[in-house]
């Protein structure tokens, strides 16, 4: 038996016992006669003492050699600590040794294995096995743990039944690259790596089902902008013989048990908003409903007067910044430069300061009265010291700009607490999107998604306009899951993949295994996919999904650790029959 106790479970009720210990040297204090070494586990530390006059002197001379991180087992009585220390939850007792043994040595590490660590994130994520030593990162797994098991056991409970489906498949259409491995046994041919496990859990739902969940790797090949991993975890669902508001009430569930049970956070039901309302209201389909500063539309009250920046353009948008009326010029010069960044892209702002004795003072009162920036104050919402920021231009690339802004300003003005909690869902969502760079309507969603009732037919008309039946789970601002009521008859799935601009052929070689399976009497159906480690993030409090992945990815999709991707010899290409031509 390697030990009796773990290094977090002494206590003063074992004083006297002989116990055994094993672990890691945290670090040791040698006084010559005297040694006290820190020992650690995952369940905390416990502190052994050597003493000249007490302990054997090879066990003595043994115990001047440890360094730190060497693995140890030490034999010993517990003893009633002199200086007690309440910090530790063994701060009571320690360990006089008896017997030691290394039972295995080890290098220095190249950072220091404590709380606040002198370690770089490179050289963390290089050497992550000791970066996981750490109470910060160690708590963070601990604690996805908790979340995922909370998940099973509350789907588990209403009847889920957790299905794996493969990794090695054939393309899904979430709209990034795929992922593809070659074939040794089939020549020349792929498999894809699944975006998701989206066409799986539909003939899961034709296979009866019913409810299907899996805790599941997904793999996109995408540019790794704002902390994504081409790896990562979803909480995938389906289920049939459900409408939208089914889906609905169940993930809601699921998210209220989750906050409740892992933050102890509680809330009543979760408001909902259109994506009409939200884009209009927050510029963002994914609004951080925690602070308000909401959009006022000006086009009304700003586009009668000389000044041919507004009058030119398809919306003029504001924000009432509470108490920024005292910002000083170069204060707002500042956020003025903020927007005007290429990542923002905004070719200036207005702004009107609503000072507190009711008067108003702008960067355009060479064409705006006092009475025409009172009309702007009512729209935006703004009082007595507030500031109104302004933007205006092309009314999607405005709304982003401005809700660019509102976020930075509640970053800012700690507006984005970490401990509240504000879930949404964001509903109708449109069902296609139109892409600049092949000039033609894409899914939003996926291509599985159904319109709702009715508007098959504007797909002719209006493409733009046509509503699906698709819904986004947001939280604090970031979506953390999505899904839709699908199509679940061959004839809507074949004229949607015609729309999208599949080829009959492409359609058929690509998705023929689902639409076959729709003509095997398909139950209707719907689901939704929450992110794991997004949610896991913003659970704990924080926001990037990085530090509760045991083993990340870096921006640029390297592991760092085993050095992956990496180039395969030219056996393992020739029986692949692929050659690299770099
Ligand atoms: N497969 C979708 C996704 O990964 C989720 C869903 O529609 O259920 O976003």
Not at 28 to 51: A, C, E, H, N, P
Not at 403 to 422: I, P, T, V
Not at 478 to 505: A, C, P
Request: hydrophobic share 40%.
């Amino acid at each position: 038996m390697y030990r009796t106790h773990n290094n977090g479970a002494l206590r003063a009720e074992h004083i006297n016992e002989t116990v055994t210990l094993a672990g890691w040297v945290q670090k040791s204090r040698d006084k010559g006669f005297m040694i006290w070494v820190d020992l650690r586990d995952r369940y905390g530390i416990t502190q052994l003492i050597f003493d000249e006059e007490r302990t054997p002197k090879e066990v003595m001379d043994l115990a001047k050699t440890l360094g730190r991180e060497f693995v140890i087992q030490v034999t010993g009585k517990v003893i009633e600590r002199e200086s007690k220390n309440a910090k530790m939850a063994t701060g009571d007792v320690e360990l006089l040794v008896e017997k030691l043994e290394v039972l295995n040595q080890a290098k220095t590490p190249p950072f220091t294995i404590e709380d606040t660590t002198d370690g770089g994130e490179d050289l963390r994520m290089k050497y992550r096995y000791l970066d996981i030593r750490r109470n910060p990162v160690k708590e963070k797994l601990i604690f996805r743990h908790k979340v995922s098991i909370a998940v099973r056991n509350y789907l588990s409970e209403q009847g889920f039944i957790e299905v794996e489906t493969p990794y090695l498949i054939k393309s899904t259409p979430e709209g990034a690259r795929d992922f593809v491995v070659p074939s040794r046994m089939n020549e020349g041919q792929f498999y894809a790596l699944p975006q998701s496990p989206q066409t799986f859990k539909q003939l899961l739902m034709v296979g009866g089902m019913d409810k299907y969940f899996q805790i599941v790797k997904c793999f996109r090949d995408e540019d790794l902008r704002a902390d994504r991993q081409p790896e990562f975890t979803q909480i995938d669902c389906e289920m049939a013989f459900v409408e939208q508001e089914d889906i609905l009430n169940i993930f809601e569930g699921l998210t209220k048990h989750l906050l409740k049970e892992v933050v102890g956070f509680e809330i009543e039901n979760f408001p909902r908003m259109t994506y009409d309302e939200a884009m209009a209201k927050y510029g963002n389909d994914k609004p951080d409903i925690r602070f308000g500063m909401e959009f006022g539309e000006l086009n009304t009250v700003a586009q009668h007067k000389d000044f041919k920046v507004f009058n030119s353009a398809e919306l003029v948008v504001g924000i009432a910044v509470p108490g920024g009326a005292g910002y000083t010029r170069k204060e707002i010069d500042k956020l003025i430069d903020w927007v005007k960044r290429p990542q923002v892209g905004a070719l200036g702002m207005v702004y009107v300061k609503c000072n507190e004795d009711g008067s108003f003072k702008s960067s355009v009162d060479k064409f705006y009265d006092q009475e025409d920036l009172a009309k702007w104050a009512e729209a935006t919402g703004a009082k007595p010291g507030d500031l109104i920021c302004v933007l205006s231009g092309e009314s999607f690339k405005t709304r982003t700009q401005l809700s660019a802004l509102r976020m930075e300003l509640g970053n800012q003005m700690g507006l984005r607490k970490s401990d509240e909690f504000a879930p949404l869902w964001v509903v109708d969502f449109p069902l296609l999107e139109w892409d600049e760079e092949t000039e033609r309507y894409h899914a939003m969603h996926h291509p599985f998604t159904s319109p709702k009732p009715g508007q098959l037919e504007l797909l002719d008309t209006n493409p733009g306009a046509v509503k699906a039946n698709a819904y986004d789970l947001v939280l604090n601002g970031n979506e953390i899951g999505g899904g839709s009521i699908r199509i679940h008859d061959k004839e809507t799935q074949s004229k949607m993949f015609d729309y999208l601009g599949f080829t009959k052929e492409e359609a058929q070689a690509q998705f023929g295994f689902l639409m076959d399976a729709f003509q095997y009497g398909a139950p209707p159906h719907g689901g939704l996919a929450f992110g794991l480690d997004r949610l896991v993030a913003i659970l704990g409090g924080q926001e990037t999904i990085r530090d509760f992945i045991a083993f990340p990815k870096n921006n640029a999709g390297r592991d760092v650790m085993i050095d992956a991707p990496a180039k395969i010899d030219e056996a393992q290409l020739k029986e692949l029959n692929l050659k690299v031509t770099l």
